[in-house]
Nanobody, 121 residues
Framework: VQLVESGGGLVQPGGSLRLSCAASGFTFSNSAMSWHRQAPGKERELVAGISSGGGSTNYASYVKGRFTISRDNAKNTVYLQMNSLKPEDTAVYYC???????????????WGQGTQVTVSS
């Protein structure tokens, strides 16, 4: 199994980024996918999850209305569009796969390397 996150970077407050996670080694289209993040000194937390078919999503309260999770099953890729970024969104962002059941927060596989998002002026 491989989970390869990309798309992070340095962005000013109010800016946007689009993260991607390319998955391989398991049946992507049968799995719910999720994004998680870990800030320095804090535990990893769920950001958003999406059902296997993409028709149902779940968001943490602190990103609802600003972030959008989506997926392309033909490309085995899940995305996280992040708008109106805040300094408190600074973290390493990771994706994972899990059971196709709400809240789509499962983490079946070892974590990838993640992608760093830094929101700062």
């Amino acid at each position: 199994v491989q989970l390869v996150e990309s798309g992070g970077g340095l962005v000013q407050p109010g800016g946007s980024l689009r993260l991607s996670c390319a998955a391989s080694g398991f049946t992507f289209s049968n799995s719910a996918m999720s994004w998680h993040r870990q800030a320095p000194g804090k535990e990893r937390e769920l950001v958003a999850g999406i059902s296997s078919g993409g028709g149902s999503t779940n968001y943490a309260s602190y990103v609802k209305g600003r972030f959008t999770i989506s997926r392309d099953n033909a490309k085995n890729t899940v995305y996280l569009q992040m708008n109106s970024l805040k300094p408190e969104d600074t973290a390493v962002y990771y994706c994972n796969a899990g059971r196709n059941k709400f809240p789509y927060s499962g983490t079946y596989y070892p974590w990838g390397q993640g992608t760093q998002v830094t929101v700062s002026s």
